[in-house]
């Protein structure tokens, strides 16, 4: 089945537009979700909607509600929050332009791809993705769908562009909050320089198809097993614990020393992890 757009517009460059499509660049991963049962009955668990001091309502007597001050609220009609919402309009105008690297990481939220709804487009797509990728640097604008606003970047991509949603600045919180107790000491240069080594041992070219959700995999098994023995007994199976020395306190330069002793690039121990 063909994909969907997310978004069908144009992007406006001072007097110039170009009609896009836009595509979501990721999917959801396999996931398992389980419901809630009654034990004795073996059936599944319902909820309905109460209120203290009267008990179960109709869904059709909730509205929504900003509590301003504790047990205080404003109450909203479903008609008054459509008013206000932004209009989901089919342009989006590139603002301003900003070195890559001037966006921290933290700041970037969903990609999408970006392609020329058409033919005609194709000529003025081609020169904008050409244009960021000689000058390096990243669209921003802001893009209206779906009765909210949101900050995007674009890029270059292949043949493409690529949008990426960014959390505006209220959304970030600072990491210095967190960081404030960490000493400022440089560490020894025999403990750097064993690190160092460790991490040129086990560094590959990235590729994510190496990795798999160990979890979902062992959730499945489990799922399959239980299912295949119907019993009610619980059936554990405890994971291999990494090996401690008893204690909390760890020899850094022991441990160091002894991790760079396993020479085994990063990218065959995948492999063959995979192939056991």
């Given at each position: 089945?063909?994909?969907?757009?997310?978004?069908?517009?144009?992007?406006?460059?001072?007097?110039?537009?170009?009609?896009?499509?836009?595509?979501?660049?990721?999917?959801?991963?396999?996931?398992?979700?389980?419901?809630?049962?009654?034990?004795?009955?073996?059936?599944?668990?319902?909820?309905?909607?109460?209120?203290?001091?009267?008990?179960?309502?109709?869904?059709?007597?909730?509205?929504?509600?900003?509590?301003?001050?504790?047990?205080?609220y404003v109450l909203l009609e479903e008609e008054e929050i459509e008013a206000v919402?932004?209009?989901?309009?089919?342009?989006?105008?590139?603002?301003?332009?900003?070195?890559?690297?001037?966006?921290?990481?933290?700041?970037?939220?969903?990609?999408?791809?970006?392609?020329?709804?058409?033919?005609?487009?194709?000529?003025?797509?081609?020169?904008?993705?050409?244009?960021?990728?000689?000058?390096?640097?990243?669209?921003?604008?802001?893009?209206?769908?779906?009765?909210?606003?949101?900050?995007?970047?674009?890029?270059?991509?292949?043949?493409?562009?690529?949008?990426?949603?960014?959390?505006?600045?209220?959304?970030?919180?600072?990491?210095?909050?967190?960081?404030?107790?960490?000493?400022?000491?440089k560490p020894k240069k025999e403990l750097l320089d064993l690190a160092t080594t460790?991490?040129?041992?086990?560094?590959?070219?990235?590729?994510?198809?190496?990795?798999?959700?160990?979890?979902?995999?062992?959730?499945?098994?489990?799922?399959?097993?239980?299912?295949?023995?119907?019993?009610?007994?619980?059936?554990?199976?405890?994971?291999?614990?990494?090996?401690?020395?008893?204690?909390?306190?760890?020899?850094?330069?022991?441990?160091?020393?002894?991790?760079?002793?396993?020479?085994?690039?990063?990218?065959?121990?995948?492999?063959?992890?995979?192939?056991?």
């Amino acid at each position: 089945m063909a994909a969907r757009a997310y978004w069908q517009g144009q992007i406006r460059l001072a007097l110039v537009s170009i009609p896009v499509e836009i595509y979501s660049a990721s999917k959801s991963g396999a996931k398992i979700s389980f419901n809630q049962i009654h034990e004795p009955s073996g059936k599944r668990v319902k909820y309905e909607k109460t209120v203290p001091g009267i008990g179960p309502i109709d869904t059709d007597e909730i509205i929504k509600g900003y509590e301003v001050s504790k047990g205080e609220y404003v109450l909203l009609e479903e008609e008054e929050i459509e008013a206000v919402k932004i209009e989901s309009r089919k342009t989006l105008e590139l603002v301003q332009f900003v070195d890559q690297c001037e966006i921290d990481p933290l700041y970037f939220e969903k990609p999408y791809y970006v392609a020329p709804k058409d033919d005609l487009a194709e000529e003025a797509f081609v020169v904008l993705r050409e244009a960021l990728r000689k000058s390096k640097k990243v669209a921003l604008g802001q893009l209206s769908v779906r009765g909210s606003e949101k900050l995007v970047a674009i890029k270059p991509c292949g043949k493409g562009l690529l949008l990426e949603t960014l959390r505006y600045a209220d959304e970030v919180r600072k990491g210095q909050m967190f960081f404030s107790e960490i000493d400022e000491a440089k560490p020894k240069k025999e403990l750097l320089d064993l690190a160092t080594t460790l991490i040129d041992d086990r560094s590959a070219p990235f590729d994510a198809s190496e990795f798999e959700d160990r979890y979902i995999d062992a959730l499945k098994k489990l799922i399959d097993k239980k299912a295949k023995s119907k019993s009610k007994k619980a059936i554990i199976e405890d994971a291999d614990e990494p090996e401690t020395s008893g204690g909390n306190v760890v020899d850094l330069m022991a441990a160091l020393k002894k991790s760079v002793g396993d020479k085994a690039p990063a990218k065959s121990r995948a492999k063959t992890k995979k192939s056991a």
